[in-house]
């Protein structure tokens, strides 16, 4: 993350991760490591931050509120109100534990909900793209 500034919702008081609540800020988009990773050359430049959980081999996108209500993308899961992501202050960006993968960034905080949807479906349709 360039310069001081990150989101209000963010650990900064802490050198450790905290676990916050999602569907207020953002929602997150839990996915597997590995269909995540292809789903993340689908995207290229149009993703916002991400967060990897190295120990859970998982990475969360970070979605407005509601923007991803009503998938159904197994074995992707929308964490909204009522479910809780560990987000890593701003510095941590290698593991061990909870780390941006692409930290927010100013005016890119969230990934378009379609656009990640419609990178998990191709990747989840093509047998190059996912592990079985």
Not at 43 to 53: C, F, N, P, S
Not at 63 to 79: N, Y
Not at 95 to 111: D, M, N, V, Y
Request: some cysteine; overall charge neutral; aromatic content about 8%.
């Amino acid at each position: 993350m360039t310069g001081s500034w990150a989101p209000r919702w963010m650990p900064r008081d802490s050198p450790e991760a905290k676990l916050l609540a999602a569907g207020y800020w953002w929602d997150a988009v839990r996915v597997p490591l590995d269909l995540g990773l292809h789903a993340l050359r689908h995207l290229g430049d149009e993703t916002g931050a991400v967060i990897t959980d190295g120990y859970g081999r998982i990475l969360y996108w970070l979605v407005r509120p509601g923007s991803a209500a009503g998938w159904s993308l197994a074995p992707v899961s929308v964490l909204t109100s009522g479910s809780h992501v560990v987000v890593p202050p701003p510095h941590r960006t290698t593991g061990p534990g909870p780390h941006w993968h692409i930290a927010p960034s100013r005016g890119c905080e969230w990934t378009s909900a379609a656009r990640l949807h419609s990178a998990l479906s191709t990747c989840l349709t093509t047998d190059a793209c996912c592990p079985s």
